[in-house]
């Protein structure tokens, strides 16, 4: 734990990416090779199950530390994280050890389903034998709360540098539904190593577009297709696999058996990159229709008639067993579309539609995605490959402007890591007659600035205390931006948005001009078609605050 508690501290004390490049190619060269497999999967997000919960770690931590509980909770609402408040409140180790990574994290692993005993023997003991920054990326562990400052892309491109393998090889080879806990170094690093077969390509990511399209040059350079709001996908078909990757590398085959049947079809060695939405016979549904289907493991039927999934290709990164990533995108496009093509009728696979032509009439198709059940269009170059991850000028995200709302500040929560002394999380209310009905939260569109005024603010005119939230003074009034807002019986509201961020603090405003209850539920229609929206009958007031609002 001494020589990745090194590999942290470095990475933590410096921004230049370059420094952070050679620290981890380093650590690459030189770790265990054990330890090597868990770093990467921690960087690649894959950490290891919780076996102990946030309440024990609390409890356990005060007892250790010779503090109340009471006294442990203002400290962490100070700190504002768990891991920093018990490496900090713990006393010196008595005796230090040394155990490698790959063993505290399988020593972790081991511990779930235990009793809270063995548990508890098991973290006092490894709190008091290692020292403060190993205590520390210890509890981080045990939290899940793992984070170390350093993209995908960045330790992909140190552990290229590390093995001499080139940095798109690496970056392939690293995806797939590995396990750590399975996996030897050589496994990832080295030619048909894990998951070969059903391994999918990296993603090809955009960037927003925040200037004017004419700024791309002619349009004629371009294409344009719909921005989809659905689930991104790649489907591989393999000789002896056949699997279906999100693009957080979830492997989601069994979530979406109506494609099965594509496994008949499509030609050995093919791969197709493209959107998995809710198809509504000859056009997509709402993200919501397909969001009942996120998370579950098996889709009953009546759900699969409902919101039968469909795959919207826009891509084609293999053929015939051949990459073609490196082939110009309307090459590509032109092999894609006679692919589909020659595919019988009835498949839910079908090509995503495309546009040329010039700004003008690209602008006036934008403005009517919201009606295709999308966000904006997709611009893409001609003549651009088929990059890994996101490399700004080929491919550009050419969104609708959000949907906007002025509601007013209720409740306020503290941040965590470098925020955790400012009051960064806020609950907001729309109005509905003379009552304010909670309705969404937000936390992200502030500067740190802005964020400290309101926390001197806060201190001022909080009403109540539930733990680390206050009720105050319904008087701060926000723009709140979404991209999408749909019916919700779990909220007081009845209604949930997708991606609210504050986008600028209305000090312009008072509270009796925020927008109604009424007015969301209006654009609900708009948006869902619904012909009806009803209004909530079981709201009981704002205090105590629904979890689900807070």
């Known amino acids: 734990m001494k020589r990745f508690a090194a590999l942290f501290n470095a990475l933590d004390a410096t921004t230049k990416t370059g420094e952070k490049t050679a620290a981890l190619t380093q650590y690459f060269r030189t770790a265990p090779e054990a330890d090597r497999v868990w770093t990467i999967a921690l960087l690649s997000g894959r950490r290891p199950k919780r076996a102990v919960n946030a309440t024990e770690l609390r409890t356990w931590a005060a007892e250790a530390a010779g503090v109340p509980l009471w006294l442990f909770e203002e400290s962490y609402n100070v700190a504002g994280d768990l891991a920093e408040t018990i490496a900090r409140l713990l006393p010196l180790p008595t005796h230090e050890t040394d155990p490698s990574l790959d063993a505290t994290i399988r020593a972790l692993i081991a511990l779930t389903g235990r009793h809270e005993a063995e548990r508890r023997a098991f973290v006092s003991a490894s709190w008091a034998a290692l020292g403060p920054d190993e205590r520390f990326l210890f509890n981080k562990l045990l939290t899940g709360g793992f984070r170390m400052g350093v993209s995908r892309g960045l330790m992909t491109r140190a552990l290229a540098q590390a093995t001499g393998v080139e940095e798109a090889v690496m970056a392939h080879r690293l995806m797939g539904d590995w396990d750590p806990a399975r996996t030897r170094f050589a496994d990832l690093t080295q030619e048909g190593g894990s998951e070969g077969a059903a391994r999918p390509y990296p993603f090809a990511l955009a960037s927003p577009l925040e200037a004017a399209p004419e700024s791309l040059g002619p349009a ?77 493991k098996t889709v009953p039927k009546k759900l699969l008639a409902e919101a039968p ?18 082939t110009p995108l309307a090459q590509r496009r032109v092999r894609l579309e006679a692919l589909l093509a020659a595919l019988p009728p009835g498949l839910p696979l079908s090509p995503s ?113 539930f733990g680390p939230v206050r009720r105050v003074v319904p008087e701060l ?74």
Do not use: C
């Open 309 to 326: 999934g469909h795959f919207l290709a826009y891509d084609l990164l293999e053929s015939d067993g051949i990459d073609l990533r490196d």
């Open 353 to 465: 539609p495309v546009a040329l032509g010039d700004w003008t009439a690209l602008t006036s198709l934008r403005a009517g995605a919201r009606d295709r059940m999308a966000e904006g269009l997709m611009l893409k170059r001609l003549s651009s490959p088929y990059h890994t991850g996101r490399k700004r000028g080929d491919w550009w995200k050419w969104k609708l402007d959000p949907f906007t709302v002025d509601a007013v500040m209720l409740y306020a929560q503290a941040g965590h890591g470098r925020r955790a002394n400012l009051f960064t999380d806020f609950t907001f209310a729309v109005r509905d007659g003379n009552d304010l009905v909670p309705f969404t939260k937000a936390y992200s569109g502030l500067t740190d600035a802005e964020f400290a005024e309101i926390t001197r603010w806060v201190g001022k005119h909080t009403l109540e205390r």
């Open 220 to 296: 004629t350079d371009w294409l344009a297709e719909w921005k989809w709001d659905g689930i991104r996908g790649q489907i591989i078909a393999r000789s002896g696999a056949f699997a279906i990757w999100s693009r957080g590398e979830d492997l989601i085959t069994d979530r979406f058996p109506e494609f099965a049947p594509l496994q008949d079809h499509l030609p050995p060695g093919t791969v197709l990159d493209g959107e998995i939405v809710a198809w509504g016979g000859t056009a997509p549904l709402p993200f919501a229709d397909l969001q009942k289907r996120i998370g579950r």
């Open 477 to 550: 009034v926000f723009e709140i931006g979404f991209e999408g807002i749909q019916a919700s019986p779990r909220h007081k509201s009845g209604i949930a948005l997708r991606f609210p961020r504050m986008l600028r603090w209305r000090q312009d405003k008072a509270v009796d001009e925020i927008d109604t209850l009424d007015g969301l539920r209006d654009l609900l229609r708009q948006v869902s078609g619904a012909a009806d929206v009803p209004a909530d009958e079981g709201r009981t007031g704002a205090l105590p605050p629904d979890p689900q609002d807070i």
